[in-house]
């Protein structure tokens, strides 16, 4: 089992794009963020046509959260337990910022965590409170792949230059801290020789190398034992009309996941 997590900067204007991704690279579970619409919008028969169902969790034009899976699509969520909310003003509101569903036998999460914007800012506060209660939430003894945009760079090497970061946020000691804590919930963070996911479009940092790995897939024991290999799909960052992230891919050994499911 293929599964990939991909924030594609906006669904509708890279749909054909992530239709052939997905079958250039034989990919059986998509978890894309940032889709960037609401459900009556996003791009259905694409991903119908290419033998994807498709569960999107989008109520504006601003965050968006799918799993596209050809393995089955059961027990669809629109958030985890105790999911926080954000508002600048008024009653906090939960956002589109999680999707969960059982394909194949595997419990699949697509996750966008805050952006946190300033150290000090209310957003960042919140991106905490958002990843203390995603932790809260986890079942470590599921087969489970907790995919998505964490908005951290856990180590001094997931950056291009750590000094440039002094003062921002995605590298300060308490957004690692919680990342850290997923952790040691009992997920393992699955790993690959490249070194960076994310290259802004500004500056050409994409051009000079200059990014940042923020994009993971956290599995539970059970998937950490079935891992067979994992990569960044550094192509697709390449060309006219490219999302400023590359999807990261994992491939579970499907012989081992069929013998969990019959014991």
Known sequence: MRIATWNVNSVRTRAERIAAFLERRDIDVLAMQETKTTDEKFPYSTFLSAGYEVAHVGYSQWNGVAIASRVGLDNVRDSFARQPGFAKE????????????????????????????????????????????????????????????????????????????????????PERAAF????????????????????????????????????FQLVSEAMGRRLAKAWVDTDERHGKGASDHAPVIAEFDALELALDNVR
């Open 90 to 173: 008024g009653a906090p509101a939960v956002e589109a910022r999680a999707v969960g569903a059982n394909c194949g036998g595997v419990e699949v999460w697509s996750l966008y965590v805050p952006n946190g914007r300033a150290i000090g800012d209310p957003h960042y506060n919140y991106k905490l409170q958002f990843l203390y209660s995603l932790r809260d939430s986890i079942d470590p003894a599921t087969a489970a792949v907790y995919c998505g945009d964490y908005n951290i760079a856990p180590r001094d090497e997931d950056v291009w230059d750590i000094s440039w970061f002094e003062g921002k946020t995605h590298v300060t000691e």
């Open 180 to 215: 850290h804590m997923l952790i040691e919930s009992g997920l393992t963070q699955v790993t690959h020789e490249e070194r960076y996911s994310f290259w802004d479009y500004k500056s050409m940092r994409f051009q000079r190398n200059e990014g940042m790995l923020i994009d």
